[in-house]
Nanobody, 124 residues
Framework: QVQLVESGGGLVQAGGSLRLSCAAS????????MGWFRQAPGKEREFVASITWNGGITYYGDSVKGRFTISRDNAKNTLYLQMNSLKPEDTAVYYCAGSAHSIAGSTTSVYDYWGQGTQVTVSS
């Protein structure tokens, strides 16, 4: 069982940066692939990025490639999302998710655990 708590969201101007964190409880965090998703009002949940259990492989959604970086610190049971060059269209609630698979991609159904989300608002 893994519990996930996101933090680091807030209001930022376009072009700015934010770093989201996802603190995980449980001793099995290092065994899980992890991902970030986001959901804007009236839209479906969208894949942002994912990372394998050891951080060796990362995947990104097309809309964030080159601007966002996913990383993890297994010693701290924490997942990160560094977001640079933010745009108003990045405004959404951001969720971290954990998968019992060693590799997880963009499909929400492969993720077993979800956080409550943190709001990111980018003003123009």
């Amino acid at each position: 069982q893994v519990q996930l708590v996101e933090s680091g969201g807030g209001l930022v101007q376009a072009g700015g940066s934010l770093r989201l964190s996802c603190a995980a409880s449980g001793r099995t965090f290092s065994q899980y692939a992890m991902g970030w998703f986001r959901q804007a009002p009236g839209k479906e949940r969208e894949f942002v990025a994912s990372i394998t259990w050891n951080g060796g492989i990362t995947y990104y959604g097309d809309s964030v490639k080159g601007r966002f970086t996913i990383s993890r610190d297994n010693a701290k049971n924490t997942l990160y999302l560094q977001m640079n060059s933010l745009k108003p269209e990045d405004t959404a609630v951001y969720y971290c998710a954990g998968s019992a698979h060693s590799i997880a991609g963009s499909t929400t159904s492969v993720y077993d655990y979800w956080g409550q989300g943190t709001q990111v608002t980018v003003s123009s």
